[in-house]
């Protein structure tokens, strides 16, 4: 916007009303995108039952990535 | 072909109700299994709990107990059950409470576990281990909040005895008059406390204990395990309606769901893919282990209401985990400045450790092994 200082005060402060508008309806846009991804995530809970027990793997396989990282730095 | 699809929903109709017969059946060993605890700790130590357990005195002591046996038995129903056995036992409750606070810290660590697993993918895995750690960081918080305040007042032992009162007072309404669930647990109960009795007060007493510690362990982890398949449809609903309702609809669902699954490390432990993600952020997980403090109680309620020996200390010390983890969430997420403490030290720590993965390392061990066994150490000297 280069014409800022050519405007008018009534004409800036319509501008500003409708850039906060439109900042609201991106927000809620966003939101509603999140939440539709919730909703996502949330109908595989069966499968993130399954993978969210206490599994000794989870621990095995940690170790050996930082073996293989602390191998790669040396 | 008509009548096989006619049998197949009969057939999992049946395996359904077969698979609640299990989980009351589980749930009734449970409550037999902490009245089993009590007895032989009675029977064992024969009214000298107090010297028994003379290590705990210092709530630095009981504490890291708490914290080390839930971290190892990856419970804390198990040990928050086994710790109201002991009270229904003798053990004196102002002993009880640290252990309970450290069952707490030490639950916090199956989550940790799990997000481990999300360590190949570097974004992936900090926002995984923020979302686990949230709930370390909370719960250590509240220790350092109420364990001092505990040790110069007394404010959980007095609340968790108010409410006990309510059950335990005198007069015909209370649960002294006639309680269902004692009279239909104590058959089995009083059965094997006569089979182990004639082994003599220690060895009989420590075989109950231990066979109640077994019975506990098997129920609750089966129990577990019924549930996650029964209750996985509910939990998604509760979940479905929990989302964009804001934190005490969070906090709402997470106590709801821990409830249906009678377990708080599974309720974490499924907030950490969703949020490995990115679907959920932080702040939108954070409610949701708050509630998952407060669902893990019912467990202990449950366990207390039928015990026999000291059952009003038992019920005292059921009521002061679940009055402890209320206060928690409402003095920690209640106050803005205390709610985001545990918010900035879990993304501060996520991001560290995705940078550093040693680090994350270095934390599992540090926090739930080694700063344990350092203020035992300490306390030792005290």
Same mark, same amino acid.
């Given at each position: 916007m !280069?014409?800022?200082?050519?405007? !008018? *005060?009534?004409?800036?402060n319509k501008l500003i009303d409708e850039t906060?508008? *439109?900042?609201?309806?991106?927000?809620?846009?966003?939101?509603?995108?999140?939440?539709i991804q919730q909703s996502h995530e949330i109908k595989d809970l069966d499968h993130h039952m399954t993978s969210a027990e206490f599994n000794l793997n989870s621990i095995k396989n940690?170790? !050996?990535?930082?073996?293989?990282? !602390?191998?790669?730095?040396? | 072909m008509e009548n096989n699809q006619a049998v197949l929903p009969n057939r999992s109709e049946y395996q359904n109700y077969m698979q609640w017969a299990m989980v009351a059946l589980l749930v009734y060993l449970l409550i037999c299994a902490v009245g089993m605890i009590g007895g032989g700790f009675k029977m064992a130590?024969?009214?000298?709990? +107090?010297?028994?357990f003379a290590f705990a005195s210092n709530p630095f002591a009981g504490l890291v107990v708490g914290i080390v046996a839930t971290a190892l038995i990856q419970s804390s129903s198990t040990v928050t059950s086994i710790i109201v056995g002991l009270v229904a036992g003798g053990l004196p409750v102002e002993l009880a409470v640290p252990m309970v606070m450290g069952a707490n810290v030490g639950t916090s660590i199956t989550n940790t576990i799990v997000s481990l697993g999300h360590v190949r993918a570097k974004e992936e895995?900090? +926002? $995984?281990?923020?979302?686990? /750690?949230?709930?370390?960081?909370?719960?250590?918080?509240?220790?350092?909040?109420?364990?001092?305040?505990? &040790? $110069?007042?007394?404010?959980?032992?007095?609340?968790?005895?108010?409410l006990s009162a309510l059950f335990y007072g005198s007069g015909d309404t209370s649960i002294n008059s006639f309680n269902l669930v004692k009279a239909a647990t104590a058959p089995v109960v009083n059965t094997v406390k006569s089979a182990t009795h004639s082994l003599g007060d220690q060895i009989g007493g420590v075989t109950l204990i231990l066979i109640g510690i077994a019975l506990i362990f098997v129920a609750i982890t089966m129990v577990g395990k019924l549930l996650k398949k029964l209750m996985v449809g509910k939990a998604k609903d509760i979940m479905h309606t929990a989302i964009g309702r804001g934190p005490l609809s969070g906090i709402a669902s997470g106590t709801l769901v821990t409830i249906f699954v009678q377990s708080s490390s599974?309720?974490?432990?499924? &907030?950490?893919?969703? $949020?490995?993600?990115?679907?959920?952020?932080?702040?939108?997980?954070?409610?949701? /282990?708050?509630?998952a403090n407060i669902g893990t109680c019912v467990t202990a309620v449950l366990a207390a209401t039928a015990v026999t020996g000291n059952a009003a200390a038992a019920l005292q010390i059921a009521f002061i985990h679940l009055t402890y983890n209320i206060l928690g969430v409402v003095v920690i997420y209640g106050i803005p400045m205390l709610r985001e403490l545990p918010?900035? $030290?879990?993304?501060?720590?996520?991001?560290t450790a995705s940078e550093n993965k040693f680090a994350?390392?270095?934390?599992?061990?540090g926090v739930f092994f080694i700063l344990p066994a350092v203020c035992l150490g300490v306390s030792s000297f005290i």
């Open positions: !280069s014409n800022l200082q050519v405007l !008018s *005060t009534e004409r800036l906060q508008l *439109t900042l609201q309806e991106l927000k809620q846009e966003v939101i509603r995108r999140e939440h940690f170790i !050996s990535y930082l073996l293989e990282e !602390s191998k790669k730095h040396k | 130590t024969g009214g000298h709990a +107090r010297e028994l895995f900090k +926002r $995984a281990f923020s979302a686990a /750690t949230v709930h370390d960081f909370f719960n250590l918080l509240s220790v350092v909040i109420f364990l001092p305040l505990e &040790m $110069a007042f007394g404010i959980l032992e007095k609340l968790g005895g108010w599974t309720t974490t432990s499924l &907030m950490v893919p969703l $949020a490995g993600s990115g679907a959920f952020k932080l702040k939108d997980i954070y409610p949701f /282990t708050l509630g918010v900035k $030290a879990a993304e501060s720590l996520g991001a994350a390392l270095a934390y599992v061990l």
